[in-house]
């Protein structure tokens, strides 16, 4: 009976998570895998987490917030980090993000000490105080804000990075192949075990993760001017520039 119960919630959840992909396009674009038995696991692994009393995060109804707020159809930039943070409450679904708290972790107080270091006025959003640390205002322009691992357990990094795999290696190669000049930033060395799945008709940048400069008390990210080359590179592909 309890085995029965959880199949049923897996499927509920599962099916309300696809919906939430939907108005996006990323419901279509993801369908093949979305339909598998390996994101079938992935919810499985997520219930029985909780059901065992270890709590994740972000909640599952942020899980796909990063897609929701940057639509298939708009996506220009792929930003890949590491692990949500793994504070209760903190992780909002968009990588690096801070909305939940309005409180800025340390990864992004770097980022956006970076971004005021090297990038110049004309190519930063005028946004102030908390509406700086929710980036929905990156996934708007085209920015898809991603973690390695789409949760973690609380309090503990890197714990659901070989779960989320498959899943990620399947988005990667949906987009190497469907996608053409998207440019990738892959921040930190867990991201950029990735760079095998990306062709040479897109452009991959690297730099190291904020986190490092944190954990290793740095005053300043060395971001390796990624979000300047970033626009840079929007620029030969004759699109937009992104608003940071």
């Given at each position: 009976m309890y085995e029965n119960k959880e199949k049923t919630d897996t499927k509920q959840i599962k099916d309300k998570l696809i919906g939430k992909l939907v108005d996006s396009g990323w419901a279509s674009f993801l369908r093949a895998h979305l339909r598998s038995s390996e994101f079938e696991s992935i919810i499985d692994f997520l219930v029985n987490e909780n059901q065992e009393g270890r709590r994740f995060t972000p909640p599952l109804k942020q899980l796909f917030r990063a897609f929701e707020e940057c639509p298939l159809d708009k996506i220009k930039v792929v930003i890949i980090g590491q692990d949500p943070y793994p504070q209760p409450l903190v992780a909002d679904g968009i990588a690096f993000s801070c909305s939940n708290t309005n409180k800025a972790e340390a990864s992004l107080r770097y980022m956006l000490r970076a971004i005021e270091d090297t990038v110049a006025l004309e190519d930063r959003d005028p946004v102030?105080?908390?509406?700086?640390?929710?980036?929905?205002?990156?996934?708007?322009?085209?920015?898809?804000?991603?973690?390695?691992?789409?949760?973690?357990?609380?309090?503990?990094?890197?714990?659901?990075?070989?779960?989320?795999?498959?899943?990620?290696e399947y988005l990667l190669d949906m987009l190497n192949f469907q996608q053409t000049g998207l440019v990738w930033a892959l921040m930190g060395k867990q991201a950029q075990q990735y760079e095998a799945f990306i062709?040479?008709?897109?452009?991959v940048l690297k730099s190291t993760h904020p986190a490092y400069a944190a954990y290793q008390k740095q005053f300043n990210w060395d971001c390796n001017d990624i979000f300047n080359k970033i626009n840079l590179q929007?620029?030969?592909?004759?699109?937009?520039?992104?608003l940071w």
């Open positions: 102030e105080n908390e509406e700086r640390l929710d980036l929905v205002r990156w996934s708007h322009q085209g920015v898809l804000m991603l973690n390695s691992a789409l949760t973690t357990e609380v309090s503990k990094i890197g714990k659901h990075v070989d779960t989320w795999k498959p899943f990620m062709g040479d008709h897109h452009t929007l620029v030969d592909y004759k699109k937009e520039k992104i």
